[in-house]
């Protein structure tokens, strides 16, 4: 057999055992996995129809224990880590609470978490694509930020969020479809009347105040249902009625307005959201 073919397939035997090699490490290695003492909870209360997912990202805390061999890259990456929970839909209001955990090892590999990233998830229909998703997060700072949150003297400090569906036509589908937008609002659940300014709901902590602490996430759906795009339905007594758009594919509405049907789950709709205008 020729000589370079036989270096070839050594080459690749001794990769297939390294790689084999080190997928038995990683499995010995994962049942060494543990998370920490320290941790703090996740609370709250969500509407109907709606999820959580909550995902924590963990940093290394010992870096020279914390490489791994990458062979898609061919070289030594640091060692991530994440625990992620979900609370699943309900179909009504329902309450939750989650553990998260701040701190968490792996063999030698020491981390601390950093970040919890937030996918509030709702469902408007049966389809499966009648969802969509809004993001927040939690932010876990080495010391406490400059203005940071208090929490209350029972350690609870609660965040305020709406949701809000915005309607258009869903360009795959070609039917009416929604996108979620959930908001921060203050004490008195206000929002700022200019949606270009409203925040993502979340809020930064340092790392040493949140042990044994509970952030509550109070999350409401808001009343009212509003066009995704300005000006591209116009709203009347019988709903919201869609507007054709101007010449060269602009979003808002001719002037004067001329309007147009939509599909709506199957049906040829005129308004939203009953379909077809009532008679007086």
């Known amino acids: 057999m020729n000589r370079l073919i036989l270096l070839g397939l050594a080459a690749i035997t001794l990769t297939g055992c390294s790689l084999t090699g080190h997928l038995a490490k990683e499995g010995a290695l994962s049942l060494t996995e543990r998370n920490g003492r320290e941790h703090f909870t996740l609370a709250g209360e969500l509407p109907a129809n709606f999820m959580l997912q909550a995902t924590t990202k963990y940093a290394p805390l010992t870096p020279e224990h914390c490489k791994v061999y990458d062979y898609g890259l061919g070289r030594e990456v640091m060692r991530d880590g994440y625990e992620q929970e979900e609370t699943g839909y309900r179909d009504r209001p329902h309450e939750f609470k989650l553990k998260i955990p701040l701190n968490k090892s792996i063999g030698l590999c020491r981390m601390e978490a950093y970040q919890v990233s937030l996918l509030i998830r709702g469902r408007y229909g049966e389809k499966d694509w009648q969802t969509h998703r809004a993001l927040g997060g939690i932010g876990i700072a080495a010391t406490r930020p400059q203005g940071a949150p208090e929490f209350s003297a029972e350690g609870v400090y609660t965040m305020r969020g709406y949701c809000t569906w915005l309607f258009q036509i869903n360009k795959l589908y070609l039917e009416l479809g929604k996108a979620l937008s959930c908001s921060e609002t203050d004490e008195t659940w206000q929002l700022d009347p ?4 409203r925040r993502s709901i979340g809020d930064t902590f340092g790392r040493d105040e949140l042990p ?4 509550y996430l109070d999350i409401r759906e808001y009343p009212e249902e509003q066009p995704f795009y300005s000006n591209s339905w116009i709203r009347f007594p019988s709903g919201w009625k869609l507007c054709q758009p101007k010449e ?3 979003i808002g509405c001719q002037e004067p307005p001329v309007f147009k049907t939509f599909l709506m789950d199957g049906q040829e709709c005129t308004v939203y ?3 077809r205008e009532q008679p007086e």
């Open 194 to 197: 200019d949606f270009g300014k």
């Open 212 to 215: 044994g602490k509970t952030v």
């Open 273 to 275: 959201p009953n379909c």
């Open 248 to 250: 060269g594919g602009w």
